[in-house]
C-alpha cells in the first residue's frame, strides 16, 4: 500500500497520460497485426514456430494502451523521467532477443548445411565410383564378347 502512495505522489496529472485516441490507434495497429500475422499462417508464408512471436506482440500492443497508467507507474518508480523511454526500452530488449534467436537458428542451420554438404560428396564420389566399375564392366564384357568370335 505504501508503494502505491509512493507511486501515486511521483504520477503526472492527468493531461500527461495516453489520450483516448492514441490509445484507439494502439489497439487498432495491433489488432492489424494480430490479423496479419493470422493470414500468414493461414497461407502458409509464415511458419507456426515464428508466427508465437509476432501473435504475443500483436497482443501486447493491443493490451499496452489499456495498461498504459501501470506502466507509467513503473517508469515513475524506476526513475524513468519520461515513461515512453520504459515501452522503447522494452521493445529493444525484445528485439535484441529476438536477433539472439535468429543468431542461434542461423548458427544450427550453418552447421546442418556442413554436414549435409559432406554428405552429399561422399554420395557424389560413391556414385562416380560406381559408374565406372559399371563401365569398366561393360568394357570387359564387351572385349569378352569380341575374344569369342
Given at each position: ?26 489497439m ?28 504475443v ?21 524506476l526513475?524513468?523521467?519520461y ?12 528485439l ?15 552447421e ?6 559432406q554428405?552429399?560428396a561422399?554420395l ?7 559408374e ?10 564387351a ?7
Amino acid at each position: 500500500m505504501r508503494v502505491i502512495a509512493l507511486l501515486g505522489a511521483t504520477m503526472p496529472a492527468a493531461s500527461d497520460v495516453m489520450e483516448y485516441r492514441a490509445r484507439v490507434f494502439a489497439m487498432l495497429l495491433g489488432i492489424a497485426v494480430l490479423l496479419f500475422v493470422l493470414n500468414l499462417v493461414r497461407t502458409k508464408k509464415l511458419k507456426e514456430e515464428f508466427a508465437l512471436l509476432w501473435l504475443v506482440t500483436a497482443v501486447v500492443l493491443v493490451l499496452t494502451p489499456l495498461f498504459i497508467d501501470y506502466l507509467d507507474m513503473i517508469a515513475y518508480a524506476l526513475g524513468i523521467e519520461y515513461p515512453p523511454a520504459l515501452i522503447f526500452l522494452l521493445a529493444i530488449i525484445s528485439l535484441l532477443l529476438v536477433l539472439f534467436q535468429f543468431s542461434m537458428r542461423i548458427s544450427r542451420f550453418s552447421e546442418q548445411i556442413k554436414v549435409l554438404v559432406q554428405e552429399l560428396a561422399l554420395l557424389r564420389a560413391q556414385v562416380e565410383d560406381l559408374e565406372r566399375s559399371i563401365e569398366g564392366e561393360g568394357e570387359s564384357s564387351a572385349n569378352d564378347g569380341n575374344d569369342q568370335d
